[in-house]
């Protein structure tokens, strides 16, 4: 794992976008794992912003609510239409998202891992994190094997995510579809992204902490090619600080992003 620390978060969203232009430029076919969430719009709006050719890449998102309608403006398919799909020049019927009002939602996990299978598998999977630890919508105790399934949400989650949904937590969708920690981490490479002093403790415990299935992103440290982009505020609890940024200066493979 590597731990790039940014200034601030339009930054960091710059650095996660070029990293993302560069896998795309050299993979036109790229298959691209997304996130949804506050932290992504901005990264959304700066990949929209650039000149990029998104045509024969196909995106997999890591979760949806259910009982939420795809063409419901609280829907993640809304969300990534809004933010990012209508911005670019992506074919749609590439984009893949959970359907949250499936009739057999077993079946619909079951086969969004046989897509995900057919396309090859993620090239490059996109993740937030929840200020309890969640990647993707796997709670406390997600089993660190987990593959894409139905997921209670924590009160805790349903009030981080309130804000979308007139700032009611009742409101939020207590159960979603989301792709499990051991799909995320058969992706060949992963980007975190979290911006936001609310991050900093759990991220901290993330990265430098025990892999626990307590804290779902901590299995990220499994992972052989991990990069988590922070902002200062983010990275505010980190211990090794002064080691991450020795990295990033003078590694070459970060030659171009300094
Ligand atoms: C939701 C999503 C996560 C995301 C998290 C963080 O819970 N399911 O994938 O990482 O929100 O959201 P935000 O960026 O708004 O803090």
């Not at 987990?146 to 700032?167: C, D, H, I, V, Y």
């Amino acid at each position: 794992m590597e731990v790039i620390v940014r200034p601030d978060a339009d930054s960091a969203a710059a650095l996660a976008a070029r990293l993302i232009a560069a896998r795309l430029r050299a993979k036109p076919g790229l298959v691209l794992g997304l996130a949804t969430g506050r932290t992504m719009e901005r990264l959304y709006a700066t990949l929209g912003s650039i000149q990029l050719d998104f045509s024969g890449c196909s995106t997999f998102n890591l979760d949806e609510y259910i009982g939420v309608p795809a063409e419901d403006a609280h829907s993640y398919r809304s969300y990534m239409n809004r933010h990012l799909f209508s911005r670019v020049n992506i074919n749609l019927a590439q984009t893949h998202v959970l359907d949250g009002m499936a009739p057999d939602l077993g079946l619909e996990a079951a086969r969004f891992e046989a897509r995900i299978r057919e396309a090859g598998g993620i090239d490059l999977q996109v993740l937030g994190i929840g200020e309890a630890g969640h990647i993707g919508f796997n709670e406390p105790l997600s089993a660190l094997m987990s593959r894409t399934r139905e997921k209670a949400l924590t009160p805790a989650t349903r009030q981080q995510n309130a804000a979308m949904f007139g700032g009611d937590p009742v409101k939020v969708p207590a159960r979603a579809l989301t792709m499990g920690v051991g799909t995320i981490l058969e992706a060949r490479e992963i980007l975190l992204l979290a911006t936001g002093s609310a991050k900093a403790g759990v991220l901290a415990k993330a990265v430098e902490g025990p892999i626990t299935a307590m804290i779902s992103a901590s299995a990220l440290q499994l992972h052989p090619r991990c990069k988590v982009i922070v902002d200062e505020a983010a990275a505010s609890a980190l211990t090794q600080r002064a080691y991450y940024d020795w990295v990033f200066h003078n590694e070459p493979e970060w030659a171009d992003y300094r």
